[in-house]
C-alpha cells in the first residue's frame, strides 16, 4: 500500500515561498499511471485542488493558484515538492499529497503570518 507523508513548516511569513515535500513509501513516483496531487482544505470549506505532477514529471495546474504554483520531483529521493509563491494569510489551511485521489497524506496545517 502506497503511504504519503506531508512535511515542511508550519509557519511562513506573507510574501514568502511555500515549500512542502511530500514522502512517498510504498511505491515509486515513477510507477506507471501514478498521479500525484497537492489538495488543500481552508477551515469550514470544501477541498480545493492545486494540481498534480504525474509519473513522467509533467505536471498540470488548477486555475486558481497556477499563477503562484510550481510542482516538481525528485525520483532519488522518491518525494515529490510544492512549491507555492507569495504567499498571503488566505493560504493558511491544511494541504494534503494524494495518489490518483486514492491513497492520502495525513495533511500537514500551514499558517501564514507575520
Known amino acids: 500500500q502506497v503511504q504519503l507523508q506531508e512535511s515542511g513548516p508550519g509557519l511562513v511569513k506573507p510574501s514568502q515561498t511555500l515549500t512542502l515535500t511530500c514522502t512517498v513509501s510504498?511505491?515509486?513516483?515513477?510507477?506507471?499511471?501514478?498521479?500525484w496531487h497537492w489538495i488543500r482544505q481552508p477551515p469550514g470549506k470544501g477541498l480545493e485542488w492545486i494540481g498534480y505532477?504525474?509519473?513522467?514529471?509533467?505536471?498540470v495546474y488548477g486555475p486558481s493558484l497556477r499563477h503562484r504554483t510550481s510542482i516538481s520531483q525528485d525520483t532519488s529521493k522518491n518525494h515529490f515538492t510544492l512549491q507555492l509563491s507569495s504567499v498571503t494569510p488566505e493560504d493558511t489551511v491544511v494541504y494534503y499529497c494524494?495518489?490518483?485521489?486514492?491513497?492520502w497524506g495525513q495533511g500537514t496545517q500551514v499558517t501564514v503570518s507575520s
Open positions: 505532477i504525474d509519473y513522467t514529471g509533467s505536471t
Open positions: 510504498g511505491g515509486s513516483v515513477t510507477t506507471f499511471d501514478y498521479y
Open positions: 494524494v495518489r490518483n485521489l486514492v491513497d
